[in-house]
Nanobody, 124 residues
Framework: QVHMVESGGGLVQAGGSLRLSCAAS????????MGWFRQAPGKEREFVAA????????YYADSVKGRFTISRDNAKNTVYLQMNSLKPEDTAVYYC?????????????????WGQGTQVTVSS
């Protein structure tokens, strides 16, 4: 069992930056590829970014490519999401999760051990 705790969300102006953290406890998170997802009000949860177990491969949604960077520190059992050039449309609750099943990094049903989420609000 792995327990994820996200942090680092908050209120920021458009163009600003935030860094989200996802700390894992229990079984080491380095056993899993990890992903970040987000859910805006009234919308379905969507894929944001993913990183392989070693950190050598990363994947991004087109909407955040070039602005967001996912990374991980396996020694600290922590995954990060650096978000730059934030836009109002990035406003959402951001979740991290571990990929439990093989398949596309983009598919939510491949993930488990979801955290409780952290709110990111970008004002215009």
């Amino acid at each position: 069992q792995v327990h994820m705790v996200e942090s680092g969300g908050g209120l920021v102006q458009a163009g600003g930056s935030l860094r989200l953290s996802c700390a894992a406890s229990g079984r080491t998170s380095s056993s899993y590829a990890m992903g970040w997802f987000r859910q805006a009000p009234g919308k379905e949860r969507e894929f944001v970014a993913a990183i392989s177990r070693s950190g050598g491969s990363t994947y991004y949604a087109d909407s955040v490519k070039g602005r967001f960077t996912i990374s991980r520190d396996n020694a600290k059992n922590t995954v990060y999401l650096q978000m730059n050039s934030l836009k109002p449309e990035d406003t959402a609750v951001y979740y991290c999760a571990a990929q439990l099943y093989s398949g596309s990094y983009y598919q939510q049903n491949r993930y488990g051990y979801w955290g409780q989420g952290t709110q990111v609000t970008v004002s215009s």
